[in-house]
């Protein structure tokens, strides 16, 4: 029997043998059927490490493939099937996701709201911010204060037709979901909204679902091991609908209330009630993730999706990601107000991701509306700040096989900021304005 240390990634290369990684994807398959025994996940590794090692040829290092194959074989042997089936499907879709990358196809994506798109494209050519280059050329102009009052103005059009949308169904609505990807400045949309309404007579009543955590030794965690905030499974489904079914029949519910500093959460905290002519308010990540309102019927519901669908072109012809703007967003926003590195930001974002992608990104075409919350300029406004960061960490991670994702990264965000001319004063951002929520100085009470 021989000690593994190494294991073989798909591309070839080599990295160190980590079984604590074993460990949490067990974990995670557990919780996605309901399960939160973390002692166990860890038992069930041991045997996995433990069959590797008897079965492996003396000196050889086993494959990605190999291990998942084994951790398949012990949860089934131990009687674990509904987690190895849970197991087994986030493993197929994994391997459909790296064949989709593979080829290259002309079908659409459905996740993409390409009515939403073409009209931001259109609108994007009509004030010729549809390229880097024009924004440029825009900024040399001296035109910058005209680019803030347009792009502004056009994000407040989105909000003001919510409006119109709520006030036309008021009599049967009681739960307004406001849903997104990290960073698409859900808080800062929330209360624009709220203070639209208040202005109608409309009552709002917040619900902040990120109460409803489960405690942190109960979260699953990714494969470098990072506690997992972003998965709906984190949240306590089954409460959130109870307590909306009770609230929107009139009774009074005691809310938890989640203590992010020790990663407890306290049941039956603070009472809450909502009177028939008040809406319950909902910002979250999984506002369209259907367990989360599940026993919600769709009349009492509206439900937003908010993302920065900005439509600009860098100078070779691509599309400014909008996941990299969010990432940009999260690391000032981060850095701000959580005194949390940047650098963490960009290594964890492939989780962020992940999660988006298997649980946000394919409900999209659920919302009753999509706001768009990109603003040309900020990128503009984002160069200075974080250039020179994204500038060190294409040295850092160059050679390190563990950190793939955040070199890539890394590396086409430096090269769009270093085509994107300056801006150094802040001034020029309006006090309420979605950016804000990033960069410091709101005048909103977040």
Not at 387 to 403: C, G, H, S, V
Request: glycine share 4%; aromatic share 8%.
């Amino acid at each position: 029997m021989g000690k593994i240390n190494f294991v073989i990634k798909r591309d070839g290369t080599q990295v160190p043998f980590t079984p604590e990684r074993i460990t949490n994807a067990i974990y995670r398959a557990a919780v996605s059927v309901g399960g939160r025994d973390r002692n166990l996940a860890e038992k069930l590794c041991k045997q996995v490490v433990q069959y590797l090692e008897e079965h492996l040829p003396k000196g050889q290092n086993p494959d990605v493939e190999t291990i998942q194959d084994v951790v398949e074989k012990i949860l089934i042997k131990n009687g674990h099937a509904k987690v190895a089936k849970a197991y087994i499907l986030y493993r197929d879709e994994r391997a459909r996701l790296r064949q989709q990358r593979e080829k290259i196809t002309i079908r659409p994506s459905p996740n993409i709201p390409w009515a939403k798109i073409w009209q931001i494209l259109d609108w994007a050519i009509t004030h010729n911010l549809h390229t880097i280059r024009s924004l440029n050329e825009r900024i040399s102009k001296g035109e910058i204060t005209a680019i803030v009052s347009e792009s502004e103005m056009f994000y407040e059009e989105d909000i003001k037709n919510v409006i119109k949308i709520i006030t036309s169904r008021q009599k049967e609505l009681k739960i307004i979901l406001i849903s997104g990807p990290s960073s698409s400045g859900k808080t800062t949309t929330t209360i624009k909204i709220g203070q639209l309404l208040q202005q109608k007579g409309l009552n709002l009543v917040t619900l902040n679902v990120d109460n409803y955590f489960y405690d942190l030794t109960l979260h699953p965690k990714d494969e470098f091991g990072d506690y997992d905030f972003e998965t709906p499974q984190a949240l306590d489904l089954e409460m959130i609908n109870d307590h909306l079914q009770r609230l929107i029949s009139g009774e009074e519910v005691h809310i938890p209330f989640y203590d992010f500093k020790t990663g407890h959460r306290t049941d039956d905290h603070t009472p809450m009630r909502v009177e028939s002519h008040e809406m319950i308010l909902i910002d979250s990540l999984h506002g369209l993730y259907p367990p989360m309102t599940e026993n919600i019927d769709d009349d009492r519901k509206l439900k937003l999706y908010l993302e920065p669908l900005l439509q600009m072109k860098d100078d070779e012809g691509r599309y400014v990601r909008w996941t990299d703007i969010r990432m940009m967003r999260r690391m000032l926003r981060d850095a701000a107000y959580r005194a949390y590195n940047p650098e963490m930001t960009l290594t964890h974002w492939h989780y962020v991701r992940k999660s988006e992608m298997r649980n946000i990104i394919p409900n999209i075409n659920q919302a009753d509306f999509i706001i768009n919350s990109a603003l040309p300029y900020e990128l503009a406004i984002y160069q200075p700040k974080l250039i020179n960061l994204f500038e060190n960490w294409t040295k850092k991670y160059a050679a390190d096989p563990l950190r793939q994702d955040a070199l890539e990264r890394a590396k086409r965000i430096h090269h769009l900021l270093c085509s994107i001319l300056p801006i150094n004063d802040d001034s020029i951002v309006p006090g309420d304005s979605v950016i804000r929520e990033f960069i410091g100085g709101s005048i909103l009470s977040y």
